[in-house]
Nanobody
Framework: QVQLVESGGGLVQAGGSLRLSCAASGRAMGTYVMGWFRQAPGKEREFVATINWNGEITYYADSVKGRFTISRPSAKNTVYLQMNSLKFEDTAVYYC??????????????????WGQGTQVTVSS
């Protein structure tokens, strides 16, 4: 069983920064592809960023490219999402996700099998 627990959400002014954390537990967590998705009120859940099993490959949604950074330090079952230059439209519940393998021929290259409970990020304009 894989468990994902997010933290780090909160209220921030536009232009500010937040760092989200996702603590992962379960078997062979080091082999999973990890990612972040978000869902704003009245909208569908959308992809934000993903990182492969060893942290060497990352992929971002165009809307966050250059502002957000996903990372997973080695020897830690934790994934981070550093969010800079936040905009009002970044307001959403952010979900951590884990998938079995990097799907090279798909966009995004992650198909989650596991989800966290979500953490709220609110950006005031």
């Amino acid at each position: 069983q894989v468990q994902l627990v997010e933290s780090g959400g909160g209220l921030v002014q536009a232009g500010g920064s937040l760092r989200l954390s996702c603590a992962a537990s379960g078997r062979a967590m080091g082999t999973y592809v990890m990612g972040w998705f978000r869902q704003a009120p009245g909208k569908e859940r959308e992809f934000v960023a993903t990182i492969n099993w060893n942290g060497e490959i990352t992929y971002y949604a165009d809307s966050v490219k250059g502002r957000f950074t996903i990372s997973r330090p080695s020897a830690k079952n934790t994934v981070y999402l550093q969010m800079n230059s936040l905009k009002f439209e970044d307001t959403a519940v952010y979900y951590c996700a884990a998938g079995d393998y990097w799907q090279t021929d798909y966009d995004p290259p992650i198909s989650p099998n596991y989800w966290g409970q979500g953490t709220q990020v609110t950006v005031s304009s």
